[in-house]
């Protein structure tokens, strides 16, 4: 269990939010089966691409691997940007590899990426994508580290004297160009015989406590109950982000590509218990006014686990068993 997510190791007393499960309309979701999976994965590689919420996914179906009590697995081994998971009796890997933007960019380094002028090469992505390609199920996410007010794209190489420079804030335009990169890639290098593809959703944090009536200093800190309101939407879920994610799936979809866009957003919208909080390991050492109010170090946006992304993976599981790639 990677640290950033576990919540009892480090102090969660309440359990209650490792319980919650939902239960869609018009149908029945199959219970997760590591076995019966594993036997859909004989011989194939799984790859979630993305950013922390990723690897908070895949961390959530590791563990949900790992506790069925499945013999011969090796344990993850971080080699640059990618982490490699192996299931040596099975002979199939479920892989995560540090991608946060999709395209390059000077948050690239999966250690050292806390850095204030974001620049994204808009148009680059093949330094990430030949990662990928032997990939038979790519599980991609991409939307929190597209939100910062303003960021620098860049056209022509880092170490390029010529490189073209511009700073932009429009969040949604620069979001859906590098959509389109990816979709370029896609259409072009993945082998539609082979490789299933999935998107995941925007996953909400839950950081402005007027959302669910309580004062704006207010966040997911002390929390332990989810929003029971119903039709729920938070205040800081970008529904236009959503928009675009959506479109550049479909357009995948009708250039002839097996995509599916995976819809968690609302489902954990109303789960502001579900978040580390204060409970993980501070990778940074918390400032004087953090430690004198905790609420100011909360973590917000990430999940404990067991928690929520078990759910996505339940969500993804039904779609994988269903799907007909053998």
Known sequence: MADDFACHKFGRKDSKYQHWRWQPYDCDLPRFNAKALLEKLKGKRVLFVGDSLNKNQWASMVCLIESSGIRSLKPPIWKGNLITFEIKEYNATIDFYW???????????????????????????????????????????????????????????????????????????????????????????????R???????????????????????????????????????????????????????????????????????????????????IYKRNWVAPTKEQLLNPRKNADCVHWCLPGVPDFWNQILYAYIMDSSNE
Not at 133 to 139: R, S, V
Not at 208 to 236: F, L
């Open 195 to 277: 490789t299933t593809l999935f998107f995941m959703s925007l996953s909400p944090s839950h950081k402005n406590g007027t959302d669910w009536g309580m004062g704006n200093d207010q966040n997911c800190y002390g929390e332990t109950e989810p929003i029971s309101r119903k039709q729920y939407w938070g205040s800081e879920t970008e529904r236009n982000m959503m928009e675009i994610a959506e479109a550049s799936v479909h357009g995948l979809k009708r250039r002839g590509l097996d995509i599916q866009y995976l819809n968690i957003t609302q489902l954990s919208d109303y789960r502001k218990d579900a978040h580390p909080s």
């Open 99 to 193: 991608s946060p933007l999709l395209v390059e960019s000077n948050c690239d380094d999966p250690v050292k990426h806390r850095v204030r002028d974001r620049i994204i090469r808009i148009e680059a992505i093949e330094k990430h994508a030949r990662h990928w390609i032997d990939a038979d199920i790519l599980i991609f996410d991409s939307f929190t580290w597209w939100l910062e007010p303003q960021m620098t794209l860049q056209w022509g190489s880092f170490n390029s004297s010529d490189a073209i420079y511009k700073k932009v804030g429009m969040k949604l335009r620069r979001y859906e160009m590098a959509l389109r990169t990816w979709s370029d890639w896609l259409e072009f290098q993945i082998d539609r015989n």
